[in-house]
DNA sequence: TGACATCTACGAAAGAATTCGTATTTAAGG
DNA sequence: CCTTAAATACGAATTCTTTCGTAGATGTCA
């Protein structure tokens, strides 16, 4: 039974919501491959099956080998980690956190007019 | 001995490096009332003490009553939560961390002047 | 069928973060 | 002095997260 809401997940969960977000329905097998060697697979097992819990992904175990599909979109997730930061370090600023996201990188030339595009929106024009 | 390099601050330590960047050098009891009637006195006071070690707060301790100071800027933290967001749910792309941090927001029009003219800088133009 | 590989379930160990009780020290006021 | 208030130190309980060992079930194949 998942909790309401759900919750913002874990640093581990993240990991394995990012590579079921790569890798769409996966057994846990297929999980582990993608994160790599330092991921033990009971380990992983367990995360799923905690997450299953939780809410954050859902299980088919209708065959003998379990299938796990994300139960959380990934740009849902991100707007949560985003606002759950803009709380906690930067006071709600939303400025300031896009200020220091920007700052000492450099986006491409498309990227620029892709914001660019979204100011004008914010705007209301 | 602070260990190097300083590490992210966790959830309670950021709540108490937020009171402290917005008071400057405080001792515990100014800071349990800034954070509100949630925090203990004992709790706060052995949360410090960690964070002296980590190199997160000095501490003079050279009257009776300590006194905290942040060992870290507001701004280099806020920097360092960002990345770290970054890496772990945007794979690095801070575009898609922007556009989900304003997304949804009204910014005010000296606020959105303020983000055209740093898009200007970062087109090195 | 029997041996082996693979899978899930489960609990518990290990680690990190948080909270708090209690002891001890120190300052202040009568 | 003596009492009381306020401060630090410290360890331990608690909770959350992560990892892993082991048991049992199930499929595969020679």
Redesign the interface.
């Known amino acids: 039974m998942p909790s309401n809401p759900i919750p913002r997940p874990t640093?581990s969960e993240?990991?394995i919501l990012?590579a079921l977000w790569r890798l769409g329905p996966s057994t846990v097998r297929q999980v582990v491959e993608e994160l790599g060697a330092d991921t033990g697979y009971t380990t992983a097992l367990k995360l799923l099956q905690i997450m299953t819990e939780k809410g954050l992904v859902t299980r088919d175990d209708s065959a003998r080998t379990h299938v796990f599909t994300p139960a959380v979109p990934e740009?849902t997730?991100?707007?949560q980690?985003?606002d759950d930061?803009?709380e906690?370090?930067?006071?709600g600023s939303?400025?300031?956190?896009?200020?220091?996201?920007?700052?000492g990188?450099?986006?491409s030339?498309a990227?620029?007019s892709?914001?660019?595009r979204?100011?004008d929106t914010?705007?209301g024009k």
Do not use: C, N, S, Y
């Not at 906690?88 to 006071?91: K, S, T, V």
């Not at 939303?94 to 700052?103: D, E, Y």
């Open positions: 640093e993240l990991l990012r740009t997730t991100q707007r980690l985003v930061l803009l906690r370090a930067f006071g939303a400025q300031k956190l896009v200020l220091h996201a920007l700052a990188r450099k986006p030339a990227e620029v892709e914001l660019r979204l100011l914010l705007e």
